[in-house]
Nanobody, 119 residues
């Protein structure tokens, strides 16, 4: 099956930068979308950014202009470049991939990576 492995989370100061990576491995016939969600305790998981197979992107208003999503199709990897980080960006960030694999259409989630913005 498909596995998603996230990396790049950590502790940064306000105004700092961080880049998250998520690599998908396994039998993948095609990828429809790749994206990043985040969640804080007591709140629902929210979409941060998403990139489509045609490279169209959607970005949440709260991070627009600061975060940039990109992908490397040859590596089945999606990135989230986070600049000008704010304390309210603190959350667990989850990678999400909609794809067609040996099991057909399916949705996969990464394990989550903690991003903490604090001085």
């Amino acid at each position: 099956q498909v596995q998603l492995v996230e990396s790049g989370g950590g502790l940064v100061q306000p105004g700092g930068s961080l880049r998250l990576s998520c690599a998908a491995s396994g039998t993948i016939f095609s990828i429809n979308t790749m994206g990043w969600y985040r969640q804080t305790p007591g709140k629902e998981r929210e979409l941060v950014a998403m990139i489509m197979s045609d490279d169209t992107t959607n970005t949440a208003n709260s991070v627009r202009g600061r975060f940039t999503i990109s992908r490397d199709a040859s590596k089945n990897t999606v990135y989230l470049q986070m600049n000008s980080l704010k304390p309210e960006d603190t959350a667990v960030y989850y990678c999400n991939v909609d794809l067609i694999g040996k099991m057909g259409f399916d949705v996969y989630w990464g394990q989550g990576t903690q991003v903490t913005v604090s001085s």
